[in-house]
């Protein structure tokens, strides 16, 4: 203690001030560390494909059974739907009214399927191509078939699922 007293007061101890510096340099080296490399993600990529592939399965099925819940299921609950020639359908809640209403249709049928699933890097997001047909009734109540593209942008959730973020079914049918 008096050699902290008289180094803290200007006096003059060399044996002291050696003891405070090896302190101060261990403590110093205590809370330096070294530089770490970084560790390379998993890449779950394939995985996070197949997981997007089975939801899609799923997701057909229930438009084939004309389940709307189950259909809007796979959206997330902000999600937009762009239908062509229709106004943007923002909600999984909005989504499933309205086909709900489409699949009271007693022509409708919906068929889809990925041609090309891509999953970012990270494996936050994915987009998805593919081919679909639908049918509806016609203002004369006829079978009407459109045969065409869809793009749909995928989101990883928090628990680790995927929901669809953005369904964007065309009219271009090459």
């Known amino acids: 203690m ?3 007293y008289r180094w803290t007061t200007g006096n003059r101890c060399p044996t002291g001030a050696a003891v405070l510096c090896v302190v101060v340099a261990l403590v110093l080296a205590a809370c330096s560390s070294a530089p770490t490399t970084p560790t390379a993600a998993v890449d779950t990529r394939a995985a996070d494909e197949a997981a997007i592939r089975a ?3 799923a997701w057909t099925k229930a438009a084939e059974s004309k389940d709307p819940a189950g259909f809007a299921a796979v959206y997330a609950d902000g999600a937009s739907l762009m239908a062509p020639g229709a106004p943007i359908t ?3 809640e909005a989504i499933a009214k309205g086909f709900t209403g489409m699949m009271a249709d007693k022509a409708f049928a919906l068929s889809f399927g990925p041609t090309k699933i ?7 997001m994915a987009y998805e191509l593919g081919d679909y047909s639908l049918t509806l009734s016609d203002k004369k109540l006829k079978a009407q078939t459109i045969k065409a593209k869809y793009v749909v942008v995928w989101g990883k959730q928090a628990d680790g699922s995927w929901k669809a973020l953005v369904d964007a079914p065309t009219t271009t049918t090459n």
Not at 118 to 124: M, P, R
Request: zero cysteines; hydrophobic letters at 30%; proline letters at 0%.
């Open 2 to 4: 008096t050699t902290f």
């Open 55 to 57: 939801i899609d399965a």
């Open 90 to 92: 923002t909600g999984k």
């Open 118 to 124: 891509e999953v970012a890097k990270g494996g936050e």
